[in-house]
Every structure is written in C-alpha cells, then in structure tokens.
C-alpha cells in the first residue's frame, strides 16, 4: 500500500470533487456566458462554488474570484495591486520565505522600477509585526505574507502583523497567500486583516488547475488577464466550470470538520515526532507550534535525495524540499536558521485529512532503516 506523505505538494482529489467535475463534463458542459438555459446551468454551477469558498472564508461570494491556481492568484494580487496603486507608491514588502510565485513575481516587479524590502525572520526563526511595521512608511503599496510555510509548518504573524501596520497605514494592501492555511487552520478573511487572500485547489482534495483570489469590497486590481471581462473583468477566460464545482465541492467537504482534524493531526504530529526523537541523529526543523499538517526534519545527514529514493521503493512518497522547485532547495530553510548541511539530509513530510497513525509509523520505520542502510 502506498504511503502519501506530500499533501503540501498536492493532494488525493476527494470522491466528490471528482463527480462534481465529471457532472459538469457530461451533463452540466454549458459555457455560463451563455444565454440560454445551459450556459444559465453552468453559470448556477460556477455561483454555488463561489458561495461555498465564500461562506469558508467568512466573506461575501461577490468577493471571491476564481483563477487557474494560486500561483495565478499570486499573480494578479502582487502585479494587480502594483498596477492599481504603484503609481506613486512603489514598495513592496514581502516576508524572505515567500513561495515563489510571491517572490519571483516581486522580483519582476522590481525589474520594473519598485522597491522590494523582505523581511527575515529573527534569530529565534520567528517572525515579528513589529519589523513589518518598521518597514512601512507612505510609499508602501502592499504587503504580502503567506499563512503557513509550505516547507516548514510555520505559522506566520499574519492577523498581528496587518492589523498593526493597517493601524498606521490604513491604505496599504495586504496580501495573504493561505494555499497551505485554508481548510487547514481556520482560516477567516476579517480576521486576518487581508485585503487579498490566495486559494488553490489542489492542495484541499479539489483537483489541479484551480484557485480562487479573495478580494476585499473596495479593493482595486489591474487585470493580468484581459479578454472576454469573465469575474467582473478581473479574469477573463471561459471559466473552468468542471474544476470550479470540483473546488466547491472539496470545500463543502471539508469545512465542518476544519478543527476536528486540527486536533486529530497535531496528535498525529506529536506521535510522528516523539517515535523520530527515538532515532539517533534525526533533527527537527518544524516549530512545535507551527500547522500540524508539515514537518520538516534533517535525516542524519543523508542527503535528501537518496533517502526520497530509499523511501519511494517502499512506496512511501515525501518531499525533499518545495516540489515545485523539484527539490531544490529554495534557501527558505536557511532562512529559518537551518544549516546547510542539515537543509542537505532535509525531508517534508506532509500530511492530509486522510493520513493515519499506520502510515506515519510505517514511514518512520523505513526512515530508521534508510539511516542504517545508507552510508553517510
Ligand atoms: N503558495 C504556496 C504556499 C504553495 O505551497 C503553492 C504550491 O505549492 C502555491 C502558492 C502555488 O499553488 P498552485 O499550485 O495552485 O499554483
């Protein structure tokens, strides 16, 4: 039996993400621009998914946009708020452990002409509010820090750090990439003092291909995709409408049971991590109080790539770093103050509403064998 332990890289579609697609690749296939009672059908289809993401999120379905994926929605928040407000205002600021469809994109924008301040965490692999705010000033078009870090767990100051730097500066935009939070923590759009909020799909048992953007009433963004004005003009394209209903269903799954499972994986978590501790040389690079759903750990040295290997041929799937860089490594676990020989032998491990107690022990043991077995 196969052991899926890289849910942060992406995750199982849910049963009924898969027949809410297929309901509307075979019998609800209308365009919702359509006029006529299909297209109406498909557009019906495309509202319910909205308001399920919407009521997830604790916001207005007028507010939620959908596009192809959070790297989309990263996109358009980052470039869509410099288009808007980067007139005059031209500095971004962005956390250093960004995933790289913020820092990439920011680093683009700065190719442009706008000034880019990242902010590291502090000596104790923390971040602060305090030196977000000290970074802001008038010129600050939008912040932008993600909720749970894709390679670590960690939980970012996101709440504590918009709400005082929009005590000061009220017009900044504030950004949130919540791909690893949402349906995960909970997640609120008013609690977080975000103006833009990204989703995706894929990473909630929905399928690939599919994200959505919050945007808060009164916000403005420039389109980074212009056609046919499809989502009020701020994506065109035909939408989705099969990967839509997938989203929504995944959603409608999965949000009476967001703090049960925060429960039950946190004691998953602490299982996991007290059978490594039994381990000699195994190091952990996960905060205790970070999502319970990532742990990040150094495995004695041996390199990464050869233990994901080892592991893989006993059909145990983890990650060795962010999947999307294909494992390499991206410097976010430097940034957290992890060394880089240790960030070398660095294992993800990433679990899912789905991941049980007999998989996690199983994935241990075959980590122990691995360290006997492969030479240092
Ligand atoms: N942001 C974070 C934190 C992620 O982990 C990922 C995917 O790994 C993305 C953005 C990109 O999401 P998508 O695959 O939907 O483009």
């Keep these: 039996m196969a052991v899926y332990l890289d849910n942060a890289a992406t995750t199982k579609p849910c049963r009924e993400a898969v027949d809410a697609a297929a309901e509307a690749m075979t019998v609800n296939y209308g365009n919702p621009s359509s006029l006529h009672r299909m297209g109406l059908d498909a557009q019906l289809a495309v509202d319910s998914a909205r308001k399920s993401i919407a009521s997830a999120l604790g916001c207005e379905a007028g507010c939620i946009y959908f596009t192809s994926g959070a790297t989309e929605s990263n996109n358009l928040a980052l470039r869509g708020a410099a288009g808007a407000y980067g007139k005059r205002r031209k500095k971004i600021i962005i956390s250093s ?121 009164g916000v403005r963004l420039v389109p980074i995709v212009t056609g046919g004005k499809q989502e009020k003009g701020i994506r065109s394209g035909t939408e989705s409408v099969p990967l839509i209903a997938a989203f929504g269903a995944a959603v409608d799954k999965l949000s009476p049971t967001v703090s049960q499972r925060y429960d039950r994986l946190s004691e998953l978590r602490q299982k996991l991590l007290d059978r490594l501790g039994r381990t000699e040389g195994i190091t952990v690079n996960s905060s205790a109080d970070g999502s319970p759903y990532i742990v990040n750990i150094s495995a004695a040295g041996r390199r990464s790539e050869i233990m994901l290997h080892y592991l893989e041929q006993r059909q145990i799937y983890v990650s060795s770093g962010s999947a999307c860089s294909k494992g390499a490594q991206s410097g976010v676990l430097g940034e957290f103050g992890v060394k880089p020989a240790e960030a070398d032998s660095a294992l993800r491990i990433s679990m899912s509403a789905e991941t049980t107690e007999e998989e996690l022990d199983a994935f241990a043991e075959a980590l122990a064998e691995g360290i006997e077995k492969i030479k240092h």
């Design 97 to 217: 452990v960004e995933h790289a469809s913020v820092s990439e994109t920011a680093k683009e924008l700065e190719k442009n002409g706008f000034e880019v301040v990242r902010i590291h965490p502090r000596e104790d692999g923390k971040f602060y509010a305090a030196d977000f705010l000290a970074a802001a000033d008038e010129s600050v078009c939008l912040i932008s820090m993600m909720l749970v870090n894709n390679e670590t767990g960690y939980i970012m100051p996101v709440k504590e750090t918009f709400s005082t730097v929009k005590r000061k500066f009220p017009e900044i935009i504030t950004h949130c990439d919540c791909v690893q939070g949402f349906m995960k923590l909970p997640v609120k759009a008013s609690a977080l003092n975000a103006d833009l909020i990204s989703l995706s799909g894929h990473k909630i048992h929905a399928v690939k291909g599919i994200g959505a953007l919050f945007i808060k009433k």
